[in-house]
């Protein structure tokens, strides 16, 4: 027996059940799609069970591409993620910068930011668009009130009175409307998930070199100068790694969505898959099947970037 049919040997079984445990549901994911199979039917009861007999070919593809959420779906799914991606690296390399200098209780901030990092999806978006968000209860509402009556106040003053005057009474934003709920989801989650850029960017900030830094100083170069020629290009492996994970991750989003509005103008596709999973299995799985694409399509991109980058 050669060196690598042992090691081989022992790797077999973990590759096929892994096989086995992504191939058996995206199987039949795959098999639902062509079928008719609706759980809650009483004028065709043959369809509420999987059956070859109720083959349907690409029908459930098409009454999926033809349903008005569909591409409503693909634009919130897309906006949403790259919402997030962008804002969590902007932040969190701001963060990760500062941070990563010496200052009075640093580890302890360190442990506070990263903190939000493991608060629960659903306990984050309950306690953002109840306690945060809401336009009567929530900060939000509160401050919006604050601001409305220092103005007020601001007003009986002989010469800026004029001006605050003319000031418009400030209105509190209701984040469960359909034109502000995508916005509410990218911010939940955008604080939600900064904690982990800033902990890839401190990590990788630490192996920086310090004598070019130094060096650079020297020949009179500013901080920004050094930002952008010294420590972003250090950091670019570190970045196209934060940024592929966290759009993985983020395609999947649902819990946020079903606690901010129930799907009303932020709807992705999972939420989609979730609405037709009621009754509708075919349907749900034909656009199980779109969301594979989507995601294999963002993945490509990204490991491509991320290759680019590596190599570079």
């Known amino acids: 027996?050669?060196?690598?049919?042992?090691?081989?040997?022992?790797?077999?079984?973990?590759?096929?059940?892994?096989?086995?445990?992504?191939?058996?549901?995206?199987?039949?994911?795959?098999?639902?799609?062509?079928?008719?199979?609706?759980?809650?039917?009483?004028?065709?009861?043959?369809?509420?069970?999987?059956?070859?007999?109720n083959?349907?070919?690409?029908?459930?593809?098409?009454?999926?591409?033809?349903?008005?959420?569909?591409?409503?779906?693909?634009?919130?799914?897309v906006f949403i993620v790259t919402s997030i991606v962008v804002f969590t690296v902007i932040f969190g390399l701001a963060i990760a910068i500062l941070v990563n200098r010496s200052f009075p209780g640093r580890g302890i901030v360190r442990v506070l930011l990263i903190s939000p990092f493991f608060v629960m999806p659903a306990v984050n978006a309950v306690l953002w668009i109840n306690m945060i968000l809401d336009p009567v209860l929530g900060l939000q509402g509160i401050a919006v009130a604050g601001l409305n009556e220092m103005i007020d106040g601001l007003r009986d003053f002989p010469v800026l009175g004029g001006f605050f005057s003319l000031w418009p009474e400030l209105s509190p934003i209701s984040f469960r409307a359909t034109q502000t709920s995508a916005y509410a989801v990218i911010i939940m989650v955008t604080w939600q998930w900064t904690p982990f850029a800033v902990l890839i960017f401190m990590t990788s900030l630490q192996s920086e070199d310090q004598q070019q830094k130094e060096?650079?100083?020297?020949?009179?170069?500013?901080?920004?100068?050094?930002?952008?020629n010294l420590t972003l290009p250090h950091l670019g492996r570190p970045i196209a790694i934060v940024v592929m994970i966290q759009a993985i991750f983020h395609l999947s989003l649902y819990a946020e969505i079903e606690i901010v509005s129930r799907g009303n103008g932020n709807k992705n596709l999972p939420y989609l898959i979730g609405e037709f999973a009621t009754n509708n299995i075919g349907a749900a799985?034909?656009?199980?099947?779109f969301a594979v694409i989507l995601a294999n399509v963002i993945a490509i991109f990204l490991l491509r970037m991320v290759g680019k980058t590596l190599m570079d």
């Open 215 to 228: 060096a650079a100083i020297l020949d009179g170069a500013g901080k920004w100068s050094m930002f952008r």
């Open 55 to 77: 083959w349907r070919g690409f029908g459930n593809y098409q009454f999926v591409w033809n349903n008005d959420g569909f591409w409503l779906a693909i634009y919130n799914s």
């Open 1 to 53: 027996m050669s060196d690598r049919t042992l090691p081989r040997l022992l790797q077999t079984p973990a590759v096929l059940l892994l096989l086995v445990w992504m191939l058996v549901p995206l199987g039949m994911t795959l098999f639902f799609s062509f079928i008719r199979y609706v759980l809650n039917s009483l004028r065709r009861p043959e369809w509420t069970s999987p059956s070859i007999d």
């Open 285 to 289: 799985s034909a656009a199980g099947i």
